[in-house]
Nanobody, 124 residues
Framework: QVQLQESGGGLVQAGGSLRLSCTAS????????MGWFRQAAGKVREFVAS????????RYADSVQGRFTISRDRTRDTVYLQMNSLRPNDTAVYYC?????????????????WGQGTQVTVSS
């Protein structure tokens, strides 16, 4: 079982930036797409961003397009989510996930490995 560990969450003012990181315990996800999801209090988990196995393709939710950037360093088995121009409604627990496909996807059905999540809070 691959373990994913997120880090980088915290409290930031609106308009600020944070960078989340996700490291895999093993290299088994190096040829798989990776993604970020988030879940706000009282809401369902939603897709944020995904990146293909070699970083060549990415997908974003409309709500974060142009503000968030997903990237990966396969040599470090790490995926990043750079979040700029943060808004209060970006407040959520952010989860890293590994997919069973090499292609970036926003469908949760393809994601089989999940991290424990990291809290992001954006104050107004």
């Amino acid at each position: 079982q691959v373990q994913l560990q997120e880090s980088g969450g915290g409290l930031v003012q609106a308009g600020g930036s944070l960078r989340l990181s996700c490291t895999a315990s093993r290299r088994t996800l190096s040829n798989n797409a990776m993604g970020w999801f988030r879940q706000a209090a009282g809401k369902v988990r939603e897709f944020v961003a995904s990146i293909g196995w070699n970083g060549g393709t990415t997908r974003y939710a409309d709500s974060v397009q142009g503000r968030f950037t997903i990237s990966r360093d396969r040599t470090r088995d790490t995926v990043y989510l750079q979040m700029n121009s943060l808004r209060p409604n970006d407040t959520a627990v952010y989860y890293c996930a590994g997919a069973r496909t090499p292609v970036a996807t926003d469908s949760t059905t393809f994601y089989t490995s999940w991290g424990q999540g990291t809290q992001v809070t954006v104050s107004s």
